[in-house]
């Protein structure tokens, strides 16, 4: 602990005495300094005990004289007595009182260098303690890390030594480990600072005060991780403690680098399972799934497909990651420029955390199904109308009721359209009948004659001929099934 002016006055071999009974004795001396200049604190740093005999300064000037010291932050003016003075003078007593400045009685019998001594032995024991006291965190943090578990190892040891809360907070901003555990309720209200932590372009420590306490945010320096280390408690920290944040930190680091290596290898492995879930052997690669990652979703599962409209598909992953840690049976992994996950189907939070507040995350999301190939292929074509439409979100459930128009983008359909009926367009335009409102009749009565001739008011010879001469125009065999689904696809883009 650094010495204070209460362990000189009580240290009996230096024999001082505190003239002032309102002073503070419990400021610590940061350094202890003689002059007999007429004023000296310009040349002081604040913080110091200075020493003097009295005879500097002139008779006329010790308010002036005390008024610099306390102006310049000393802790205390120490006068020896037995020189040039007897006794302390009133004029002295008075100013160190009237500016709440320690003033100590120095006897005749202690030299000067015996107080620097004591100050600065101690100063070098304090050294020393924290140095010894960084150097022990050190090792017990490694120590922590080579564990099972080791980043929790490691907070919970780094909230022990400072008597503090610790939470390391994700890329997505939720909290991966916490200690105690209540301290993740914590990080809500510190987002903001979290966020510009994470946001800085070149990672930095940021202190903030928060209910007369301090609050230290450090990210942990590894390229792509966004994690940041959060540690609070209801007093500031001092330099020692800083030093053994910054060796939690560097611990952390090294933690989340060898996390990283395993996680790129497990993201690979998911991977070509996935692709085995969808190619085959299905059944394999979901028992090896599930032996690695606890059980997959069962029968009835939905394919949920996430794509970013721009970067890579890390970031999704690491927040999915985060989601499988608290929610039930979920599998995923990166297939193609997608990120795909299997989830039960009343499972909602895959999706919701990501396409939800992302708006650079586009998904789609199956029906429920029992094979993954089928669901894969839902979940992509609903997707991708979402993508056409200008929806972040879309199930494939939501398409049934609206055809094949839905997964057809408007440009393509208007010009696949516009060329199927071209012809049949002219023909109308030049007053030679009214082929295209007769053939959208014809379709939508199935190619009965009678009602659809009806419906437009016209014999049933005269639909015959008409639809004779679609074909003509056309080049198409109105009886193939396949023609007239065409037909009706272009009729129904034309309406539009």
Partial sequence: MPITLRDLVTDRTLGLRSVCPSADLDREVGWVHSSELPDPAPYLDGGELLLTTGLGPDAAGPARYVAGLARHGLVGLGFGTGLGHDAIPDEVVRACAGHGLALLEIPERTPFIAITKAVSASLAADSYAQVVRTDEAQRALTAAALGR?????????????????????????????????????????????????????????????????????????????????????????????????????????????????????????????????VDGPAQEAREIAGELWGPLPGAGARVVVLRRRSGSTRELLDVLESVAARSGPLFFGALDDV?????????????????GPRPDVRAGVSDPVDDIGVGLRQARQALDAGAHRGNRLV????????????????????????????PLVTHDAHGRGDLVRSLREWLAHHGQWDPAATRLGVHRHTLRARMDRVASLLGRDLDSPGVRSELWFALQVDAT
Wanted: proline fraction near 5%; charged fraction near 20%.
């Fill in 149 to 277: 578990s080791g980043t929790s190892r490691v907070l919970r040891g780094l909230a022990g030594r400072l008597g503090a809360w610790v939470l390391v907070s994700d890329a997505d901003g939720a909290v991966r480990h916490a200690a105690p555990r209540t301290a993740g309720r914590r990080a809500e209200a510190l987002l903001p600072e979290i966020d510009r932590v994470r946001a800085h372009r070149n990672p930095t420590s940021v202190t903030v005060a928060v209910n007369g306490g301090q609050v230290v945010l450090q990210p942990i320096r590894l390229p792509g991780s966004g994690a940041v280390l959060v540690v609070g408690r209801d007093r500031a920290f001092s330099p020692v403690d800083r030093q053994v944040i910054g060796s939690a930190v560097s611990v952390l680091t090294l933690l989340h680098s060898r996390t990283s290596a395993v996680g790129r290898a497990e993201r690979r492995l998911r991977t070509a399972l996935l692709r085995l879930m």
């Fill in 339 to 355: 990120v795909v996950a299997v989830v039960a189907a009343d499972a909602g939070e895959p999706v919701t955390a990501l396409a």
């Fill in 395 to 422: 199930r494939f459930g939501e398409l049934a009721g609206e055809g094949l128009r839905s997964l057809v983008p408007d440009a393509d359909a208007a010009a696949f359209a516009e060329s199927l009926l071209r």
